[in-house]
């Protein structure tokens, strides 16, 4: 013990009485802004990143994904178009420099790069200063990234005339589609189950596979001879059952487009 201005008492005989606890450096020696990363940096990311999702999540209440009419092989209208977030792609694609006997350039090579960028800024850029002057480097790449998918997204989704493709492309049924319930207890439902919902959906209201099953005028045996003999691009054998359940199949699809009629 040591007596006097800093004075020190010692409780383990095992511990130095020298030794100084680590404490982490001032952020007055470092350069720039900065600031500790719990709670108050990651408190503003969490806050932005929360502004942002309510946002998301608005807009998708309020416009959501439209649906389209199933595919059909034989129309030569149709412009397959890639989700909005892909759109810069899909518009760069359309370049004599990108398309054609370049397509290669245009589908690997070129997004290659962009992308290849990204895992490249940390090291092309060491600096420690965060305000974006000081950053010349990275700040350049982020602008010429942004201009490029904003333009590219822009030329994609102004050369399409949305009004029309909607109007061209509507969903199965509309929003005043008739309320059909489908009774899952009618024996026909069953072998439904086994050998038609896989690809006809839960209620017949029809998959990318295979059209909706409400609405059309064939009668029992017609539907029969479908389900065994297959009828345009579905194949034969489809059905798995006997000749009973077969029949109680097609009396439950002619009784749901029944309902169906009456609503």
């Known amino acids: 013990m040591k007596r006097g201005k800093g004075m020190k008492f010692v409780g383990d005989s095992r511990i130095n009485a020298d030794q100084q606890k680590f404490t982490p450096k001032d952020y007055s020696e470092y350069p720039g802004r900065t600031e500790a990363f719990w709670p108050n940096f990651l408190l503003k990311e969490w806050l932005v990143g929360a502004v942002f999702l309510v946002g998301f999540l608005c807009l998708t209440i309020a416009h959501p994904a439209p649906l389209e009419k199933l595919a059909d092989p034989t129309d030569t209208a149709y412009t397959p178009l890639p989700d909005w977030y892909f759109l810069f792609l899909f518009q760069l694609l359309k370049y ?146 006997s000749d009973e359940e077969l029949q109680q199949l097609a009396d439950f699809i002619v009784s749901v487009n029944e309902q169906a009629a009456e609503e």
């Open 96 to 241: 004599k420099f990108a398309s054609g006997s370049y397509f290669v350039l245009g589908a690997l090579i070129i997004p290659g790069l962009a992308f290849g960028a990204l895992f490249l800024a940390p090291f092309l850029d060491r600096g420690k200063e965060r305000r974006p002057h000081k950053r010349p480097i990275a700040t350049s790449l982020m602008l010429l990234a942004f201009i490029s998918v904003f333009w590219l997204t822009y030329e994609a989704a102004s050369a399409v005339n949305w009004e029309e493709k909607a109007e061209n492309n509507k969903a199965v049924w509309p929003d005043d589609k008739p309320a059909v319930e489908i009774d899952t207890t009618d024996p026909g439902y069953a072998p439904y189950e086994n050998s038609c919902m896989a690809c006809h959906g839960g209620e017949l209201e029809g998959t990318g596979a295979a059209p909706t099953l409400i609405g059309i005028d064939f009668t029992a045996e017609e539907i029969m001879d479908i389900a065994v003999n297959g009828i345009g691009t579905m194949p034969a054998d489809q059905f798995q059952g």
